[in-house]
C-alpha cells in the first residue's frame, strides 16, 4: 500500500513514525512526503529515502499515485486536503479536529460516501488505556453508578506550530476545538451526548478564548472538563481526570507513573496494569514503539480496517463531526460567557 504524508511538523512526524515501524509487519510505504517547512520535510524523509517530497500537500495529490494518505496539517486546511484526496479515491487518517467547521465536516463525508473510500479521524484519547479503563468501568458498573466525573487538560500557551497559526482562532479553533476537544470526544465516546452544557471561559488579550470549563448534565450524573492555554509557557502539559464511582474513585494523573489509581469505599489501593501496545519495542530503523503509544494503536486501527476493507467505527467522520459540533458550540458559549465579564 503506498502511502502519503501530507504535514511532518510535530504531529505528522508521529504518524511518520509510526509508519514507518508498521511498515515492519505489514505490505505498506511511505512513498510521498509534503511539508511546507523544508527542515521537517527532510526530517521525514530521512525515514523513506525513496520517497517523493513536495513543498505543498495538493501537488503531491495532484502527481502522486497512492492508496492512503495522512493529512496532519494545521487544521483549517484538513477539510481542502481531505476532499481532494478522497475525491481522488484515498483512503484518509485526518487529525483532529475532523474541520473547523459543520459544513466543512459534511463535505468530508460527502466525498467520503461518493468515492467510497475510508476515513477516519486522530481522536486519539479514544485508543489511550488510561481512558479505555475508565470507559469499561462505566460500562460494567465495576464500582457501581458513576456519580460524577471532572476532567482536565491543561497545557502552557502554544507558540509553537507553523506560522503561528494556534494563536489564530480561525485556523485552530482556539483551545476549544484544538486540545479541550480530546475530553469532550471521549465524553461522547462513553456518555453519548449531554442533555444540556454550560460553559465558563477566559480569553487571552487577542480575543481568542483560552480556557473553557464546561459543565455536561447526564441524567444522574455531571461532569465538568476544563481545557486550557495558559499564558504562561512554562506550563506542564497536564491531562487528568477523577471519576467518583458510587464503589470507588478512579484517579488519572498523565504527570504520574503509574497514571491510574483506583481508591475503594473500603480503603483499598489499586493501580491497574494498562494493556500497551506490545508487539515490537524497538523497529529495524531505532524508532521506540512505546514512545509513540497509543498513536500507534490509533494507526494500526486503521490499517487494519483498510486491509480488511471496512469502515472504521471508531473516531469515524460521523463522531468527530459531532465532536466538532458540539466544541463549535462550546466556543460560542465561551465568547458570550467572555462578554459578560
Ligand atoms: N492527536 C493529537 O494528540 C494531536 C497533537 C498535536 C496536534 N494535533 C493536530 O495535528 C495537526 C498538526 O498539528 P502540529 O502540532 O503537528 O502542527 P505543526 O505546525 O507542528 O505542523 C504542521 C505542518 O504542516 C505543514 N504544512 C503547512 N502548510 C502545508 C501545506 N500546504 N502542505 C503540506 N504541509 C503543510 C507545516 O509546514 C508543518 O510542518 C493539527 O490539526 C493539530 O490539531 C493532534
Redesign the pocket.
Known amino acids: 500500500m503506498k502511502v502519503g504524508m501530507?504535514?511532518?511538523?510535530?504531529?505528522?512526524?508521529t504518524h511518520n513514525s509510526a509508519v514507518k515501524v508498521l511498515s515492519e509487519t505489514k505490505d505498506i510505504a511511505v512513498t510521498a512526503i509534503?511539508?511546507?517547512?523544508p527542515e521537517?520535510l527532510q526530517k521525514a524523509a530521512a525515514l523513506w529515502p525513496d520517497a517523493h517530497t513536495?513543498?505543498?500537500?495538493?501537488e503531491?495529490l495532484e502527481k502522486e499515485e497512492l492508496d492512503c494518505v495522512h493529512i496532519?496539517?494545521?487544521?483549517y486546511?484538513?477539510a481542502d486536503?481531505a476532499v481532494a484526496a478522497m475525491d481522488r479515491g484515498l483512503h484518509v487518517l485526518t487529525?483532529?479536529?475532523m474541520a473547523l467547521t459543520e459544513a466543512d465536516c459534511e463535505r468530508m463525508i460527502a466525498a467520503r460516501d461518493r468515492s467510497h473510500v475510508q476515513a477516519m479521524v486522530?481522536?486519539?484519547?479514544r485508543f489511550f488505556p488510561e481512558y479505555l479503563f475508565l470507559k469499561e468501568a462505566y460500562e460494567k458498573g465495576t464500582y457501581g453508578k458513576l456519580k460524577s466525573l471532572v476532567m482536565q487538560r491543561l497545557s502552557q500557551n502554544v507558540l509553537?506550530?507553523?506560522?503561528n497559526?494556534?494563536q489564530d482562532e480561525k485556523k485552530?479553533g482556539s483551545v476549544v476545538l484544538?486540545l479541550h476537544i480530546?475530553d469532550a470526544d471521549f465524553l461522547l465516546y462513553m456518555l453519548g451526548q449531554p442533555e444540556d452544557i454550560s460553559v465558563q471561559a477566559t480569553a487571552f488579550d487577542s480575543g481568542m478564548i483560552n480556557q473553557v470549563v464546561t459543565t455536561y448534565s447526564y441524567p444522574g450524573l455531571f461532569v465538568t472538563a476544563e481545557g486550557l492555554w495558559d499564558t504562561t509557557p512554562v506550563l506542564p502539559f497536564h491531562p487528568s481526570y477523577r471519576a467518583y464511582f458510587e464503589n470507588a474513585t478512579i484517579t488519572y494523573d498523565g504527570c504520574e507513573h503509574p497514571s491510574v489509581t483506583v481508591r475503594r469505599r473500603d480503603g483499598s489501593i489499586e493501580t491497574p496494569e494498562l494493556k500497551t501496545e506490545s508487539a515490537l519495542d524497538t523497529c529495524s530503523s531505532g524508532i521506540n514503539i512505546k514512545s509513540l503509544g497509543s498513536?500507534f494503536t490509533e494507526i494500526s486501527y486503521f490499517y487494519d480496517c483498510l486491509e480488511k476493507n471496512i469502515r472504521p467505527d471508531i473516531a469515524s467522520l460521523e463522531e468527530a463531526a459531532a465532536s466538532v459540533k458540539l466544541m463549535l458550540r462550546e466556543l460560542e458559549l465561551a465568547h458570550r460567557a467572555c462578554r459578560q465579564d
Open positions: 501530507i504535514g511532518v511538523g510535530g504531529m505528522g512526524s509534503a511539508d511546507a517547512t521537517n513536495y513543498a505543498d500537500g495538493m503531491l496532519c496539517t494545521p487544521s486546511m484538513h486536503f487529525e483532529k479536529p486522530g481522536h486519539v484519547v509553537w506550530g507553523y506560522q497559526w494556534f485552530s484544538d480530546h498513536y
